[in-house]
């Protein structure tokens, strides 16, 4: 058997070399990055029983060496005899070899099937686009279409699998877009009512107090001041409560301030007597001790509670399906996509909201307050998606394409 290593500057052309001197069935032992590229260790003429020999004579050098360290030795023996003393007795008494670990050689395994899962991902990847390619060829300029106007390969995939095989390109472009319009989920119900709680939630800077504004300002001139109440538990920022006491002056709408329980329970107490309350959260990390407090005091809300959840549309997919991950302890009922005159792409926005399946109960697209607070419809959401893609010129490249969508293929397994 014959080990030999490839150097290059990415996976593909490293088994593209090994192909082309071993041949189609050449062995990949390991890969791993190094300084420039990836390093990638193939055998020819691989013979199983002589690569085992290998292993457990480099296995018994390793152990062999530690043997040579009388210091380290008896520290570790020490460790197993006092964790073999602490283990439960079995019908077959354990070995030294059974209860030895040695830590560097785990992490090595670790590091090995880390690369080995990264490899085979790489290759089932381009075997899934390539699939597609050679039978499905109108499917895949379809989704290839749809991934550049940046929609998620899960949804361009499902989207195509409802297109005929015998329509034209144009034909098949323009019945995905009329798929994807009857995809995105709309909030029939009314996010402002009288009796009710609204609490918005969403990261720093993502818009929440600005919609808020909007939503107060729409409701207060249709009925009265008098019928609503703001509340905030933002007590860290001081630039954020005080930006919604200054639209509450202006509005002639009273404010409260919820820095515990108690004040916090007595929101439903203003509901209970026909009023809206809108209450603005603060936008705290995951890993902020404050955010679980934060959680398990929005929890306590009773009666007509709404959350709605303020998705900036100048994030990407994965940034705002972390988002909606973050918050789901708590049950969200509805989404305002916020920023959509600031975005470079649309797509991403859209597809979290259908993937998630959590309803869009409206649409911001600039500052003014509250001329720029739109309710949602469809047609309109898709038609920005495709003019934003064409300003924007969003191109993918065939290897990134075929990585998306082959991960995506990867992830929920091969379906054609």
Not at 23 to 43: F, W, Y
Not at 279 to 304: C, H, P, W, Y
Not at 310 to 322: M, Q, V
Request: some cysteine; hydrophobic content about 35%; charged content about 25%.
């Amino acid at each position: 058997m014959k080990i030999k290593k490839y150097f290059a500057s990415n996976m593909r052309q490293a088994l593209e070399m090994a192909k082309q001197e071993q041949g189609p069935d050449v062995m990949i032992l390991s890969n791993r990055k190094v300084l420039g590229g990836v390093e990638l260790i193939a055998a020819e003429d691989y013979d199983e029983a002589a690569f085992n020999r290998l292993n457990a004579e480099t296995r018994q050098k390793s152990e062999q060496r530690q043997l040579n360290r009388p210091e380290e030795s008896a520290t570790a023996n020490s460790s197993v005899t006092a964790r073999a003393a602490t283990l439960p007795a079995r019908g077959k008494q354990e070995t030294m070899s059974d209860i030895w670990t040695n830590e560097s050689t785990i992490d090595q395994m670790r590091d090995e099937i880390k690369s080995l899962r990264t490899m085979l991902e790489h290759q089932m990847s381009g075997l899934a686009w390539g699939d597609i390619g050679r039978q499905h060829p109108l499917w895949a300029n379809v989704i290839r279409h749809l991934i550049n106007m940046d929609l998620s390969p899960a949804l361009a995939r499902r989207l195509v699998r409802e297109i005929p095989e015998h329509y034209q390109f144009e034909q098949a472009r323009r019945t995905a877009l009329a798929l994807l319009s009857y995809q995105v989920p709309l909030y029939n119900d009314k996010i402002m009512a009288r009796g009710q709680v609204v609490q918005f939630l969403g990261s720093s800077g993502s818009g929440k107090t600005t919609t808020i504004a909007k939503l107060a300002t729409r409701f207060a001139l249709e009925h009265s001041p008098r019928d609503i109440l703001l509340a905030t538990t933002d007590v860290y920022r001081v630039g954020g409560r005080e930006q919604l006491r200054g639209y509450a002056r202006i509005l002639g709408i009273p404010l409260r301030s919820i820095s515990n329980r108690d004040e916090y329970l007595s929101l439903f107490e203003e509901a209970s007597s026909d009023k809206l309350v809108l209450v603005d959260t603060a936008g705290l990390s995951q890993r902020d001790d404050k955010f679980e407090q934060q959680m398990n005091m929005l929890r306590l809300g009773i009666g007509e509670t709404s959350n709605c959840l303020i998705l900036p549309a100048t994030e990407n997919y994965n940034s705002l399906s972390r988002l909606i991950e973050s918050y789901r302890n708590v049950s969200l009922n509805c989404c305002i996509p916020t920023k959509l005159d600031e975005a470079t792409s649309l797509g991403g926005l859209l597809s979290t909201a259908i993937d998630k399946a959590l309803p869009i109960a409206a649409v911001c697209d600039g500052q003014r307050v509250p001329e720029d607070l739109q309710k949602p419809k469809a047609h309109e959401l898709v038609s920005r998606v495709v003019s934003r893609a064409k300003q924007s010129q969003l191109s993918v490249d065939e290897e990134h394409l075929e990585q998306a969508f082959g991960q995506n293929e990867f992830a929920h397994g091969m379906r054609h």
